[in-house]
């Protein structure tokens, strides 16, 4: 019987390893940058809460105040 190879012995070791290792460089920043951008969306949405949270509470003291003043 023949020994049949599928390609894969035509291909350098070197290249096989630098094929992988660049792969692994691209995974490893893809996951990075993905997890960096889910982040900072996540701080973004936090600060823009708070500062709703804050506009709200500031409009309902003016308006308390405004209807004090209003009464007397």
Do not use: W
Request: glycine share 6%.
């Amino acid at each position: 019987m023949k020994n049949h190879h599928f390609g894969i012995s035509k291909i350098p070791r070197q290249m096989v390893l630098i094929i992988l290792f660049v792969l692994q460089i691209f995974g490893a920043v893809g996951l990075v940058g993905y997890l960096s951008f889910k982040n900072g969306q996540k701080a973004v949405n936090d600060l823009a809460e708070q500062l709703m949270d804050r506009t709200s509470n500031l409009e309902c003291q003016t308006s308390e105040k405004f209807l004090q003043l209003r009464h007397r």
